[in-house]
């Protein structure tokens, strides 16, 4: 059984910094996609960031902000996100990959995590 389990939302003034955490078990970080979505209330579920081996992706919205990266020997995968706006308060998912698959595409990551909350206040 494959698990994600991110961590490290919460509530932060704009402008503020957060870093999620997810940790992957059974997984060997280094050979797999992985991947940030978001999803606020009433909205579809939004590509955030990816990585594979040392190729990263982010949204136009994030790109400049956000820092995907991934601690290989902790098998954990990581998003610092700073400079934090109202539009980024969402529930936040890591999701995994085997191999190599399309980065933005959510429907092709077959393991999920729970989500974690972000919410931004103005």
């Known amino acids: 059984q494959v698990h994600l389990v991110e961590s490290g939302g919460g509530l932060v003034q704009a402008g503020g910094s957060l870093r999620l955490s997810c940790a992957a078990s059974?997984?060997?970080?280094?050979?797999?996609?992985m991947g940030w979505f978001r999803q606020a209330p009433g909205k579809e579920r939004d590509f955030v960031a990816a990585?594979?081996?040392?190729?990263?992706d982010y949204a136009d919205s994030v790109k400049g902000r956000f820092t995907i990266a991934r601690d290989n020997a902790k098998n954990t995968l990581y998003l610092q996100m700073n400079n934090l706006k109202p539009e980024d308060t969402a529930a936040y998912y890591c999701?995994?990959?085997?191999?190599?698959?399309?980065?933005?595409?959510?429907?092709?990551?077959?393991?999920w995590g729970q989500g974690t909350q972000v919410t931004v206040s103005s």
């Open positions: 059974r997984f060997i970080l280094s050979s797999i996609t």
């Open positions: 990585i594979i081996g040392s190729r990263t």
């Open positions: 999701a995994a990959c085997a191999g190599t698959c399309p980065l933005r595409i959510g429907g092709v990551y077959p393991y």
